[in-house]
């Protein structure tokens, strides 16, 4: 869903951690929001420009009016499109395939298609996975991706949830590119390849949330536009 400006009080003289800290944000969320800037003009800008998931999926969670449902179709996504090397994704990490039917699974449960019984069964199936995985794979990527993927499963906290596959999703694929290279490029390769799937994670979120700040912006502009237009003599057209 769209955010939606109106449901969020919010105004042109405060920031982004005025109104972060009436959700009661850890210090680490409250420090972060301060780089979104001091109006909302920066922080519109800013919003663009935020480099992960983490912080977008929590100040959506509260200024979005999100839904369970979407924080898990977000996990889903990522389990399934985290890109690294050259086309390759995250769900080629997934090596069990008890890991790719909890996605699958939970991704009918976000359209209604599959109750709360077998998302259980396939959460603790892919948690059996991931221990399998845990005690016999060498590949950290493996078992990064591993770890990721009963969490789209989970009933409770979802949100919280989604965070933590944001970090597992990114990690699986940073290591199997640093894998798949001589050692000596190895910290290289990692460190770009986190920094595009970070972004890529990030680009999602903004591509289906868009800018809440910007929303905001584009509500006090309507509101102040007069509301008479003096070519038609009558209300403007939007």
């Known amino acids: 869903m769209k955010f939606d400006p109106s449901q969020v009080p919010f105004n042109s003289s405060q920031s982004f951690n005025q109104v972060f800290s009436k959700f009661n944000p850890c210090p680490n969320g409250l420090e972060y929001s301060n780089r979104f800037g001091g109006n909302l003009s920066e922080a519109a800008a800013a919003w663009d420009e935020a480099p992960n998931a ?69 959460r603790l199936a892919a948690q059996a996975a991931f221990a399998t995985i845990e005690e016999t794979a060498d590949s950290k990527a493996f078992r990064f991706a591993a770890r990721a993927a009963p969490r789209a499963g989970i009933r409770g906290r979802v949100w919280n949830a989604a965070v933590f596959v944001v970090w597992d999703t990114v ?48 509500m006090e502009e309507n509101a102040a536009r007069p509301w008479t237009s003096p070519d038609a003599g009558g209300p403007p057209t939007y």
């Open 54 to 122: 983490e912080f977008l999926l929590w100040a959506l969670q509260h200024l979005g009016q999100a839904e369970k449902s979407e924080a898990r179709a977000f996990m889903c996504w990522c389990l399934r499109h985290t890109p690294f090397g050259d086309g390759s994704t995250l769900w080629e990490l997934l090596v069990d395939e008890r890991s790719r039917r909890v996605v699958e699974v939970a991704e009918r449960h976000v359209r209604g298609e599959a109750t709360d019984h077998e998302l259980v069964d396939a």
């Open 171 to 218: 990690k699986a694929v940073s290591h199997a590119a640093m894998e798949a290279v001589p050692e000596a490029q190895g910290d290289d390769v990692f460190e770009t390849t986190y920094a595009a799937a970070v972004k890529s994670q990030a680009d999602s979120l903004r591509a289906k949330y868009g800018n809440p700040a910007a929303s905001y912006l584009a």
